[in-house]
């Protein structure tokens, strides 16, 4: 197996951060995530992955400090977690995996929670797998969001969703309604660019909205605070490939069983 290396303020500049490696139209965004990164780092924020040219890594921090809509205090919270092509099912994500459970042991935490889609979502990790790991689900929501948590001991406390999740609308009931955040490399450049052209080949309204801040983000009407489209108030989808025109067309049909 090969080794893991920890990102910090010190390397990152030289290293990459696994996604979009190879994707110059994003060379913008994949420079935003690290500056994001680099911020995070001072919260305590763990970035470990692979030593190789690879998508195999583990995003995690404290939950107090997660860029989601959640209360998951002394919680540590898994952000992006990916383990792709030749290194699937050779025991690299339960590698990672353990990596964070010993972080929550040593640093006195409660144990570990995400957020996932009840059934697959984009930019999610892997609902039933997680489940086979021990995680288990305290809380659902109508959007398609659910709350996953192992804990280190069954007497502490469940995470919850945060009350702005609940009704999974937004406040503008007309259009497409954009929710983005630079936690992922490929956010900026769709938000801002792919979605624009969509949209305006289909007259429709389109609101875009940056999620800037961790107040912003502990308050977003979408768990996926990566990307979330709302149409007309309601949340649709957290696939990213909706903002292309080739694609919108699939995923909003998709998304609404049409």
Same mark, same amino acid.
């Given at each position: 197996?090969? !080794? =893991?290396?920890?990102?910090?303020?010190?390397?990152?500049? #030289?290293?990459?951060?696994?996604?979009?490696? %190879?994707?110059?139209?994003?060379? !913008?965004?994949?420079? /935003?995530?690290?500056?994001?990164?680099?911020?995070?780092?001072?919260?305590?924020?763990?970035?470990?992955?692979?030593?190789?040219?690879?998508?195999? =890594?583990?995003?995690?921090?404290?939950?107090? @400090? /997660?860029?989601?809509?959640i209360s998951a205090n002394n919680y540590l919270n898994i952000n992006c977690f990916w383990v792709?092509?030749?290194?699937?099912?050779?025991?690299?994500?339960? /590698?990672?995996? #353990?990596?964070?459970? $010993?972080?929550?042991?040593? &640093?006195?935490?409660?144990?570990?929670?995400?957020?996932?889609?009840?059934?697959?979502?984009?930019?999610?990790?892997?609902?039933?797998?997680?489940?086979? &790991?021990?995680?288990?689900?305290?809380? @659902?929501? %109508?959007?398609?969001? %659910?709350? $996953?948590?192992?804990?280190?001991?069954?007497?502490?406390? #469940?995470?919850?969703? #945060?009350?702005?999740?609940?009704?999974? &609308?937004?406040?503008?009931?007309?259009?497409?309604?954009?929710?983005?955040?630079?936690?992922?490399?490929?956010?900026?450049?769709?938000? &801002?660019?792919?979605?624009?052209?969509?949209?305006? @080949?289909?007259?429709?309204? $389109?609101?875009?909205?940056?999620?800037?801040?961790?107040?912003?983000?502990?308050?977003?009407?979408?768990?996926?605070?990566? =990307?979330?489209?709302?149409?007309?108030?309601?949340?649709?989808?957290? !696939?990213?490939?909706?903002?292309?025109?080739?694609?919108?067309?699939?995923?909003? /049909?998709?998304? $609404?069983?049409?």
């Open positions: 197996m090969e !080794d =893991f290396i920890i990102l910090n303020t010190d390397n990152i500049s #030289n290293e990459h951060i696994c996604c979009a490696i %190879s994707d110059k139209k994003c060379s !913008d965004s994949y420079l /935003a995530k690290k500056d994001w990164l680099k911020k995070e780092f001072d919260n305590g924020y763990v970035f470990r992955r692979i030593n190789a040219r690879a998508k195999v =890594f583990i995003e995690y921090g404290p939950g107090e @400090k /997660a860029w989601l809509p792709s092509g030749k290194y699937k099912k050779n025991g690299y994500g339960k /590698a990672l995996l #353990n990596s964070a459970m $010993l972080d929550a042991k040593k &640093q006195g935490k409660y144990g570990l929670v995400t957020v996932v889609g009840t059934k697959k979502f984009h930019f999610m990790s892997d609902t039933k797998w997680l489940l086979k &790991q021990g995680f288990i689900e305290t809380e @659902k929501i %109508s959007s398609g969001f %659910s709350l $996953l948590v192992k804990k280190i001991s069954d007497d502490y406390p #469940n995470p919850f969703f #945060n009350s702005s999740t609940k009704s999974g &609308q937004c406040d503008v009931k007309n259009g497409i309604t954009i929710y983005y955040s630079n936690r992922c490399p490929f956010s900026e450049f769709h938000a &801002q660019n792919s979605i624009v052209e969509t949209a305006k @080949k289909r007259n429709l309204p $389109l609101n875009i909205i940056k999620i800037e801040t961790m107040k912003q983000a502990q308050s977003a009407p979408s768990p996926a605070t990566v =990307f979330s489209l709302f149409l007309d108030g309601k949340f649709i989808t957290s !696939d990213i490939s909706v903002c292309m025109d080739s694609r919108y067309d699939k995923v909003i /049909a998709k998304a $609404l069983n049409i």
